[in-house]
Protein backbone atom coordinates (compact mmCIF):
# COMPACT_ATOMS: atom_id res chain seq x y z
CA UNK A 1 0.00 0.00 0.00
CA UNK A 2 1.56 3.38 -0.96
CA UNK A 3 1.68 5.89 1.56
CA UNK A 4 1.66 10.08 0.47
CA UNK A 5 5.44 11.65 0.71
CA UNK A 6 5.37 14.97 3.83
CA UNK A 7 7.37 16.49 1.49
CA UNK A 8 9.32 16.51 -1.83
CA UNK A 9 11.97 19.08 -2.72
CA UNK A 10 13.42 19.03 -6.20
CA UNK A 11 17.23 19.88 -6.91
CA UNK A 12 18.34 20.52 -10.11
CA UNK A 13 21.75 20.94 -10.93
CA UNK A 14 22.61 23.94 -13.51
CA UNK A 15 26.33 25.08 -12.35
CA UNK A 16 27.80 23.24 -15.78
CA UNK A 17 29.81 24.80 -18.68
CA UNK A 18 28.63 21.77 -21.11
CA UNK A 19 31.77 22.51 -22.88
CA UNK A 20 30.69 19.27 -24.93
CA UNK A 21 27.81 21.57 -26.61
CA UNK A 22 29.95 23.33 -28.65
CA UNK A 23 30.38 27.20 -28.57
CA UNK A 24 28.67 29.50 -27.13
CA UNK A 25 27.30 30.22 -23.32
CA UNK A 26 27.18 27.56 -20.86
CA UNK A 27 24.08 24.88 -22.75
CA UNK A 28 21.53 25.55 -20.02
CA UNK A 29 21.24 29.25 -20.63
CA UNK A 30 20.94 29.09 -24.78
CA UNK A 31 17.68 28.67 -26.80
CA UNK A 32 15.21 25.52 -27.37
CA UNK A 33 12.31 25.51 -28.59
CA UNK A 34 10.69 28.96 -27.58
CA UNK A 35 12.34 29.09 -24.22
CA UNK A 36 15.91 28.44 -22.46
CA UNK A 37 16.76 24.73 -21.43
CA UNK A 38 16.47 25.37 -18.00
CA UNK A 39 13.30 26.93 -18.34
CA UNK A 40 12.05 24.14 -19.85
CA UNK A 41 13.73 21.48 -17.09
CA UNK A 42 12.86 24.28 -14.09
CA UNK A 43 9.02 24.74 -15.51
CA UNK A 44 8.20 20.50 -15.29
CA UNK A 45 9.04 20.46 -11.74
CA UNK A 46 7.70 23.80 -10.49
CA UNK A 47 3.90 22.27 -12.36
CA UNK A 48 4.21 19.30 -10.68
CA UNK A 49 1.11 18.97 -7.71
CA UNK A 50 3.77 16.49 -5.60
CA UNK A 51 6.89 18.61 -6.03
CA UNK A 52 7.21 20.95 -2.60
CA UNK A 53 10.19 23.23 -2.84
CA UNK A 54 12.76 23.30 -5.29
CA UNK A 55 16.43 24.39 -5.23
CA UNK A 56 18.77 25.68 -8.14
CA UNK A 57 22.36 25.13 -8.02
CA UNK A 58 24.31 27.48 -10.19
CA UNK A 59 27.02 28.59 -11.30
CA UNK A 60 28.49 32.13 -9.43
CA UNK A 61 28.35 33.76 -12.69
CA UNK A 62 25.05 32.44 -13.40
CA UNK A 63 23.34 33.90 -10.57
CA UNK A 64 21.97 36.97 -12.42
CA UNK A 65 20.63 35.27 -15.28
CA UNK A 66 18.47 33.01 -12.68
CA UNK A 67 16.82 35.72 -11.43
CA UNK A 68 13.64 35.51 -12.61
CA UNK A 69 13.33 31.73 -11.64
CA UNK A 70 11.80 30.62 -8.73
CA UNK A 71 12.90 28.12 -6.02
CA UNK A 72 16.00 29.10 -3.53
CA UNK A 73 19.43 29.36 -5.41
CA UNK A 74 22.59 28.36 -4.24
CA UNK A 75 25.93 28.27 -5.89
CA UNK A 76 27.47 24.97 -6.98
CA UNK A 77 30.88 23.18 -6.44
CA UNK A 78 33.72 22.51 -8.31
CA UNK A 79 32.16 18.81 -9.56
CA UNK A 80 28.76 17.84 -10.18
CA UNK A 81 28.54 15.56 -6.43
CA UNK A 82 29.35 18.81 -4.83
CA UNK A 83 27.08 20.88 -6.77
CA UNK A 84 24.18 18.17 -5.37
CA UNK A 85 25.87 18.40 -1.82
CA UNK A 86 25.56 22.10 -1.96
CA UNK A 87 21.75 21.82 -2.81
CA UNK A 88 21.37 19.20 -0.43
CA UNK A 89 22.61 21.45 2.39
CA UNK A 90 20.36 24.36 1.75
CA UNK A 91 17.53 21.55 2.50
CA UNK A 92 19.47 20.37 5.79
CA UNK A 93 16.68 22.46 8.25
CA UNK A 94 14.03 21.92 6.33
CA UNK A 95 11.13 19.81 7.02
CA UNK A 96 12.35 17.83 3.59
CA UNK A 97 11.39 14.16 3.78
CA UNK A 98 12.53 13.38 0.19
CA UNK A 99 14.57 15.17 -3.27
CA UNK A 100 14.79 14.37 -6.57
CA UNK A 101 17.90 15.52 -8.07
CA UNK A 102 17.97 16.23 -11.46
CA UNK A 103 20.31 17.58 -14.13
CA UNK A 104 19.24 20.71 -15.92
CA UNK A 105 20.58 19.47 -19.43
CA UNK A 106 17.44 16.91 -19.53
CA UNK A 107 14.85 19.25 -20.71
CA UNK A 108 12.52 16.55 -21.88
CA UNK A 109 11.47 15.46 -18.67
CA UNK A 110 8.17 14.99 -18.36
CA UNK A 111 5.12 14.62 -15.34
CA UNK A 112 5.14 11.21 -16.01
CA UNK A 113 8.85 9.95 -15.71
CA UNK A 114 8.60 12.61 -12.13
CA UNK A 115 5.79 10.37 -10.92
CA UNK A 116 7.33 7.34 -11.51
CA UNK A 117 10.08 8.07 -8.76
CA UNK A 118 7.57 9.48 -6.41
CA UNK A 119 5.58 6.91 -6.56
CA UNK A 120 8.53 4.26 -6.50
CA UNK A 121 9.68 6.35 -3.10
CA UNK A 122 5.95 6.05 -1.55
CA UNK A 123 6.32 2.31 -1.94
CA UNK A 124 8.97 2.33 0.17
CA UNK A 125 11.87 2.57 -2.00
CA UNK A 126 15.06 4.32 -0.36
CA UNK A 127 16.13 5.31 -3.66
CA UNK A 128 14.55 5.32 -7.09
CA UNK A 129 16.17 6.76 -10.53
CA UNK A 130 14.70 5.92 -14.29
CA UNK A 131 16.49 4.15 -16.60
CA UNK A 132 16.38 2.68 -20.50
CA UNK A 133 17.20 -0.99 -21.00
CA UNK A 134 20.50 -0.99 -23.62
CA UNK A 135 19.73 -2.29 -27.13
CA UNK A 136 22.61 -1.86 -28.88
CA UNK A 137 25.33 -4.25 -29.33
CA UNK A 138 28.35 -3.33 -27.12
CA UNK A 139 32.11 -3.49 -28.30
CA UNK A 140 34.99 -2.63 -26.87
CA UNK A 141 37.84 -0.58 -29.27
CA UNK A 142 41.14 0.53 -29.55
CA UNK A 143 42.36 3.03 -32.31
CA UNK A 144 39.36 2.82 -34.37
CA UNK A 145 39.26 -0.73 -34.06
CA UNK A 146 36.85 -3.16 -32.38
CA UNK A 147 38.73 -5.26 -29.58
CA UNK A 148 36.08 -7.46 -28.61
CA UNK A 149 32.07 -7.39 -27.84
CA UNK A 150 30.51 -7.27 -23.94
CA UNK A 151 26.78 -8.34 -23.45
CA UNK A 152 24.06 -5.86 -22.60
CA UNK A 153 21.90 -8.43 -20.50
CA UNK A 154 21.49 -6.36 -17.56
CA UNK A 155 22.36 -2.82 -18.44
CA UNK A 156 20.64 0.11 -18.05
CA UNK A 157 20.86 3.96 -19.20
CA UNK A 158 20.99 5.92 -16.16
CA UNK A 159 18.43 9.17 -16.58
CA UNK A 160 17.49 12.01 -13.82
CA UNK A 161 15.57 12.99 -11.16
CA UNK A 162 17.50 10.46 -9.14
CA UNK A 163 14.87 10.27 -5.98
CA UNK A 164 15.94 9.51 -2.17
CA UNK A 165 14.80 9.48 1.49
CA UNK A 166 16.51 12.55 1.65
CA UNK A 167 18.77 12.25 5.54
CA UNK A 168 20.21 9.60 3.67
CA UNK A 169 21.27 10.62 0.05
CA UNK A 170 22.06 13.68 2.55
CA UNK A 171 24.38 11.25 4.50
CA UNK A 172 25.96 9.55 1.69
CA UNK A 173 27.26 12.63 -0.05
CA UNK A 174 28.31 13.69 3.36
CA UNK A 175 30.78 10.42 3.24
CA UNK A 176 31.42 10.17 0.04
CA UNK A 177 34.96 10.98 -1.30
CA UNK A 178 33.29 12.53 -4.24
CA UNK A 179 33.73 12.14 -8.41
CA UNK A 180 30.45 10.16 -8.49
CA UNK A 181 29.01 10.45 -11.71
CA UNK A 182 25.66 10.39 -10.38
CA UNK A 183 23.50 10.39 -7.05
CA UNK A 184 22.93 6.79 -7.56
CA UNK A 185 26.59 5.92 -7.52
CA UNK A 186 26.70 7.73 -4.14
CA UNK A 187 24.10 6.24 -2.73
CA UNK A 188 25.20 2.80 -3.62
CA UNK A 189 28.42 3.51 -1.96
CA UNK A 190 26.65 4.19 0.86
CA UNK A 191 24.75 0.76 0.93
CA UNK A 192 21.52 1.95 -0.47
CA UNK A 193 19.38 0.31 -2.20
CA UNK A 194 18.17 1.93 -6.16
CA UNK A 195 15.29 0.65 -7.43
CA UNK A 196 14.96 1.26 -11.10
CA UNK A 197 11.99 2.67 -12.83
CA UNK A 198 10.91 3.47 -16.62
CA UNK A 199 12.73 6.08 -18.54
CA UNK A 200 12.23 8.16 -21.72
CA UNK A 201 13.79 8.19 -24.70
CA UNK A 202 12.63 12.04 -24.98
CA UNK A 203 14.27 12.83 -21.28
CA UNK A 204 17.74 12.42 -23.04
CA UNK A 205 20.68 14.85 -21.76
CA UNK A 206 22.06 17.65 -23.87
CA UNK A 207 25.54 16.74 -24.25
CA UNK A 208 26.62 17.98 -27.72
CA UNK A 209 25.14 20.17 -30.33
CA UNK A 210 23.21 17.73 -32.18
CA UNK A 211 21.24 17.54 -29.20
CA UNK A 212 19.61 20.68 -29.31
CA UNK A 213 17.84 19.65 -32.30
CA UNK A 214 16.66 16.16 -31.26
CA UNK A 215 15.29 17.50 -28.29
CA UNK A 216 13.60 20.87 -29.64
CA UNK A 217 11.83 18.00 -31.97
CA UNK A 218 10.30 16.54 -29.38
CA UNK A 219 8.93 19.30 -26.84
CA UNK A 220 7.50 20.91 -30.09
CA UNK A 221 6.21 18.54 -30.58
CA UNK A 222 4.28 16.63 -33.74
CA UNK A 223 3.96 19.54 -36.74
CA UNK A 224 1.04 20.39 -38.07
CA UNK A 225 1.32 20.52 -41.34
CA UNK A 226 -1.63 22.61 -43.18
CA UNK A 227 -2.01 23.13 -47.00
CA UNK A 228 -4.61 25.61 -48.20
CA UNK A 229 -5.59 26.71 -52.06
CA UNK A 230 -7.12 29.85 -53.46
CA UNK A 231 -8.52 30.90 -56.92
CA UNK A 232 -9.61 34.19 -58.38
CA UNK A 233 -10.87 35.50 -61.70
CA UNK A 234 -10.54 39.78 -62.55
CA UNK A 235 -12.40 41.07 -65.62
CA UNK A 236 -10.73 43.84 -67.56
CA UNK A 237 -11.90 47.19 -68.26
CA UNK A 238 -10.71 50.07 -69.24
CA UNK A 239 -7.58 51.45 -67.34
CA UNK A 240 -3.54 52.11 -68.31
CA UNK A 241 -2.10 49.75 -65.40
CA UNK A 242 -3.05 46.84 -63.58
CA UNK A 243 -1.93 45.02 -59.98
CA UNK A 244 -0.60 41.95 -60.02
CA UNK A 245 0.85 40.53 -56.52
CA UNK A 246 1.38 44.73 -55.35
CA UNK A 247 2.84 45.32 -58.06
CA UNK A 248 1.92 48.29 -60.39
CA UNK A 249 2.51 47.05 -64.25
CA UNK A 250 1.72 49.50 -67.09
CA UNK A 251 -0.65 47.81 -69.57
CA UNK A 252 -3.58 48.13 -71.97
CA UNK A 253 -6.40 47.93 -69.68
CA UNK A 254 -7.29 47.70 -65.79
CA UNK A 255 -9.11 44.82 -63.70
CA UNK A 256 -12.80 45.03 -62.79
CA UNK A 257 -13.14 44.81 -58.65
CA UNK A 258 -14.50 46.19 -55.62
CA UNK A 259 -10.75 46.46 -54.47
CA UNK A 260 -7.66 47.14 -56.48
CA UNK A 261 -8.68 43.65 -57.89
CA UNK A 262 -5.05 42.50 -57.11
CA UNK A 263 -6.35 38.96 -58.57
CA UNK A 264 -3.09 37.47 -57.76
CA UNK A 265 -2.68 38.67 -53.72
CA UNK A 266 -6.02 37.51 -53.39
CA UNK A 267 -6.10 34.10 -54.91
CA UNK A 268 -2.74 34.12 -51.85
CA UNK A 269 -4.77 35.28 -49.52
CA UNK A 270 -7.86 32.99 -49.94
CA UNK A 271 -4.94 29.96 -50.22
CA UNK A 272 -3.77 31.22 -46.27
CA UNK A 273 -7.58 31.49 -44.92
CA UNK A 274 -8.34 28.06 -46.66
CA UNK A 275 -5.07 26.50 -44.70
CA UNK A 276 -6.88 27.42 -41.63
CA UNK A 277 -10.31 26.70 -42.72
CA UNK A 278 -11.25 30.12 -42.26
CA UNK A 279 -13.27 31.07 -45.88
CA UNK A 280 -12.02 33.45 -48.16
CA UNK A 281 -11.34 36.72 -48.38
CA UNK A 282 -15.29 37.46 -49.07
CA UNK A 283 -16.30 36.27 -45.31
CA UNK A 284 -13.55 38.77 -43.70
CA UNK A 285 -13.95 41.50 -46.30
CA UNK A 286 -17.29 41.63 -47.73
CA UNK A 287 -18.34 43.35 -50.81
CA UNK A 288 -21.16 44.57 -49.63
CA UNK A 289 -19.39 47.33 -47.48
CA UNK A 290 -18.15 50.20 -49.30
CA UNK A 291 -15.53 50.48 -46.49
CA UNK A 292 -13.46 48.03 -48.35
CA UNK A 293 -14.42 50.13 -52.20
CA UNK A 294 -10.88 50.77 -54.03
CA UNK A 295 -9.22 49.18 -50.71
CA UNK A 296 -5.31 47.88 -51.24
CA UNK A 297 -5.25 44.28 -51.32
CA UNK A 298 -2.78 44.16 -48.90
CA UNK A 299 -4.97 44.77 -46.16
CA UNK A 300 -6.31 41.15 -46.94
CA UNK A 301 -3.51 39.34 -47.22
CA UNK A 302 -1.59 41.21 -43.74
CA UNK A 303 -5.16 40.01 -42.13
CA UNK A 304 -4.51 36.51 -43.66
CA UNK A 305 -1.18 36.26 -42.09
CA UNK A 306 -2.51 37.75 -38.82
CA UNK A 307 -4.71 35.55 -38.28
CA UNK A 308 -2.78 32.38 -39.39
CA UNK A 309 -0.08 33.82 -36.60
CA UNK A 310 -2.99 33.91 -33.61
CA UNK A 311 -3.86 30.48 -34.71
CA UNK A 312 -0.05 28.90 -33.63
CA UNK A 313 1.07 28.50 -37.67
CA UNK A 314 3.71 29.89 -39.66
CA UNK A 315 3.87 30.55 -43.52
CA UNK A 316 6.36 28.15 -44.78
CA UNK A 317 6.29 29.21 -48.32
CA UNK A 318 3.45 30.61 -50.84
CA UNK A 319 2.75 29.51 -54.47
CA UNK A 320 1.00 31.95 -56.95
CA UNK A 321 0.39 31.24 -60.78
CA UNK A 322 -0.69 34.09 -63.08
CA UNK A 323 -3.08 33.07 -65.94
CA UNK A 324 -3.12 35.34 -68.55
CA UNK A 325 -1.65 36.13 -72.54
CA UNK A 326 -1.07 39.84 -71.44
CA UNK A 327 0.65 41.71 -69.38
CA UNK A 328 4.12 39.49 -69.31
CA UNK A 329 4.60 38.32 -66.32
CA UNK A 330 8.38 37.59 -66.00
CA UNK A 331 10.13 41.27 -65.88
CA UNK A 332 7.91 41.78 -63.07
CA UNK A 333 8.46 38.64 -60.58
CA UNK A 334 11.06 39.78 -59.23
CA UNK A 335 9.19 42.96 -57.53
CA UNK A 336 6.47 41.03 -57.04
CA UNK A 337 8.18 38.36 -55.01
CA UNK A 338 9.72 41.10 -53.04
CA UNK A 339 6.36 42.82 -52.12
CA UNK A 340 4.43 39.66 -50.87
CA UNK A 341 7.73 38.15 -49.06
CA UNK A 342 7.25 41.68 -47.11
CA UNK A 343 4.30 41.92 -45.86
CA UNK A 344 4.40 38.02 -45.39
CA UNK A 345 7.36 38.54 -43.61
CA UNK A 346 9.06 35.97 -45.73
CA UNK A 347 12.40 35.76 -47.92
CA UNK A 348 12.11 35.54 -51.85
CA UNK A 349 13.09 32.02 -51.79
CA UNK A 350 9.72 31.07 -49.96
CA UNK A 351 7.41 33.29 -52.46
CA UNK A 352 6.89 32.07 -56.04
CA UNK A 353 4.84 34.08 -58.26
CA UNK A 354 4.65 32.80 -61.81
CA UNK A 355 2.54 32.75 -65.06
CA UNK A 356 0.89 30.64 -67.96
CA UNK A 357 -1.14 31.43 -70.77
CA UNK A 358 -4.08 29.32 -71.83
CA UNK A 359 -2.60 29.11 -75.31
CA UNK A 360 -5.49 31.82 -76.46
CA UNK A 361 -8.24 29.63 -75.02
CA UNK A 362 -11.09 30.54 -72.61
CA UNK A 363 -11.44 34.12 -71.32
CA UNK A 364 -7.83 34.37 -70.24
CA UNK A 365 -6.82 33.40 -73.53
CA UNK A 366 -9.45 36.06 -75.20
CA UNK A 367 -7.92 38.53 -73.09
CA UNK A 368 -10.93 39.29 -71.17
CA UNK A 369 -9.11 38.92 -67.61
CA UNK A 370 -6.71 37.37 -65.77
CA UNK A 371 -7.15 34.38 -63.31
CA UNK A 372 -4.72 33.43 -60.92
CA UNK A 373 -4.35 29.96 -58.89
CA UNK A 374 -2.46 29.92 -55.60
CA UNK A 375 -1.36 27.26 -52.73
CA UNK A 376 -0.10 28.39 -48.90
CA UNK A 377 1.82 25.88 -46.58
CA UNK A 378 1.41 26.46 -42.83
CA UNK A 379 3.23 25.07 -40.03
CA UNK A 380 3.10 24.89 -36.72
CA UNK A 381 4.98 28.12 -35.03
Known amino acids: MTKPLPKVAAVIVAAGRGTRAGPGAPKQWRPLAGKRVIDWTVAAFEAHPDIDDLVLVLHPDDMALAAQLPGKHVTGGASRDASVRNGLEALADCDTTHVLIHDVARAGIDASTISAVIDALRSGATGAAPALPVTDALWSGKDATV ?60 TTAEDFARLETHLRGTMDV ?62 SDMEWKDADSSIFLKHAVALADKMGFKIANVDCTLICERPKIGPHAPAMMARMGEIMGLSTDRVSIKATTSETLGFTGREEGIAAIATATLVTK
Request: proline share 3%.
Open 147 to 206: TGTRSREGLFRAQTPQGFDFSKILEAHRAHKGGAADDVEVARAAGLDVTIVAGAESNLKI
Open 226 to 287: RLGNGFDVHAFEDGDHVILCGARIPHDKALKGHSDADVGMHAVTDAIYGALAQGDIGRHFPP
